[in-house]
């Protein structure tokens, strides 16, 4: 049995942040009910390269477990399915702009009135009850706004997002933290609540130690490029052949790093050295230093001997030597599922590993409009006649 059996999710959501958050739902065993545009769905179904047999690889990123009804809610006829499905749901999920979904007659409001133990989860640029609420939110555009590019990318380069669209995926993170507390506090007062999760909340909140460094000295952080702001060594370093992440984190760490390994114990005495203050402040005349005992070693011999006195050091890999390693390995990383047209579609195991209520076994994210008339004859009872003229009228398909 897995643990979210029996809970049901209208998802109303499209691209990653909220597909995420629904996604790691349906991983748990909820039922996802994916409500999708007739004119192409979600608009990952189109964002390639790259793709398989014609299939978005991003569409397949963040869609397993799910049931796609293609639904026009631009119609009277549409908008009352979605009431329906409201009143038989657990979990409404949303990422509209307020001002759109309360046009529509689908705001909290609206679906509480109909179910007062129904969670609404709205997923925002910007928030709701604020001048800002119905400005589109994208997570280019919120990582340049909420000071991560500026301390990302190297020393002297260009301010530079992250390789992924990391805020979306943070909210949807945080929409699941807020979806299953509103379950848990449920069970004991036996009504639903609204959950509120922004982007820019999500990405403040994430610039975690950088924050709290701002607010409580007023210094505007820097780029470090792959150097860490407080901790030295903590970053990069050439080998002889390649490149290696060394994450020295204490001074014990750093005594061993120059005794027993570089077996130069004048970088550990040395006083500018030997605190880890010192090292951070003296970070120029040190970093030289270290690097020249490096170029000496192999990243295979460097690396072996810091694993054997327990210091942190890791290869740099590509994607592909990421997915061949010992970690992936070891932790099944990679499932499958069969696709009806993509064939076998492999895809990353949910990080949630839970002993007795295990997620459940992988289904292929859905074509467009796959599960529309099973979801609709058995949620809400609709027999085929009513099936035909929903589908004459071009409210489904």
């Not at 994430?206 to 470090?224: D, E, M, S």
Request: aromatic letters at 6%; proline letters at 6%.
């Amino acid at each position: 049995m897995s643990v979210l059996q029996g809970i049901k999710v209208l998802d109303l959501t499209r691209i990653l942040a909220g597909p995420w958050s629904t996604m790691a739902l349906a991983d748990l065993g909820a039922e996802v009910w994916k409500i999708e545009s007739l004119d192409g769905g979600d608009d990952t179904r189109s964002w390639m390269p790259p793709a398989i047999h014609g299939i978005s690889t991003y569409y397949l990123t963040a869609n397993r477990n799910k049931q796609s009804l293609a639904v026009d809610m631009r119609t009277a006829e549409g908008r009352q399915l979605i009431l329906e499905l409201a009143a038989k749901a657990d979990v409404v999920v949303d990422n509209f702009l307020p001002a759109s979904l309360k046009r529509l007659g689908l705001d909290y409001a609206a679906l509480s009135a109909i179910n007062p133990r129904l969670i609404h989860c709205s997923i925002t640029g910007y928030g709701q009850d604020n001048p800002l609420e119905n400005r589109p939110g994208y997570d280019f555009i919120i990582q340049a706004e909420s000071g991560f590019m500026s301390i990302t990318g190297e020393k002297d380069g260009e301010p530079m997002r992250l390789g992924v669209a990391f805020i979306d995926l943070v909210t949807g993170m945080n929409a699941v933290q807020g979806i299953l507390a509103a379950l848990y506090e449920r069970e004991k007062s036996g009504r639903g609540q609204a959950v509120d999760v922004a982007l820019s909340d999500s990405a403040m909140h994430f610039l975690a130690n950088i924050a709290t460094g701002y607010l409580n000295t007023g210094k505007v952080p820097q780029r470090f490029g792959n150097a860490h702001p407080s901790i030295v060594p903590y970053q990069l370093f050439n080998t002889a052949d390649g490149r290696i992440a060394l994450a020295v984190g204490n001074d014990e760490q750093y005594r061993r790093l120059c005794e027993d390994v570089l077996e130069r114990p004048a970088l550990c005495s040395d006083p500018r050295f030997t605190r880890n203050k010192g090292r951070t402040e003296h970070r120029d005349e040190l970093l030289p230093q270290l690097q020249a005992a490096f170029d000496g070693w192999t990243s295979e011999a460097l690396i072996a001997a810091l694993r054997e006195r327990n210091i942190p050091v890791g290869e740099v890999k590509t994607v592909a030597q990421a997915f061949d390693s010992e970690p992936a390995r070891y932790r099944d990383l990679v499932i499958s599922a069969e696709h009806p047209v993509a064939g076998e579609v492999r895809m990353v195991r949910s990080p949630l590993r839970l002993s007795r209520t295990p997620t459940v076994p992988p289904k292929a994210p859905p074509l467009h409009g796959e599960h529309t008339e099973s979801v609709l004859s058995r949620v809400l009872g609709k027999d085929e006649a009513q099936l035909a003229a929903l589908r004459a009228a071009g409210v489904i398909r």
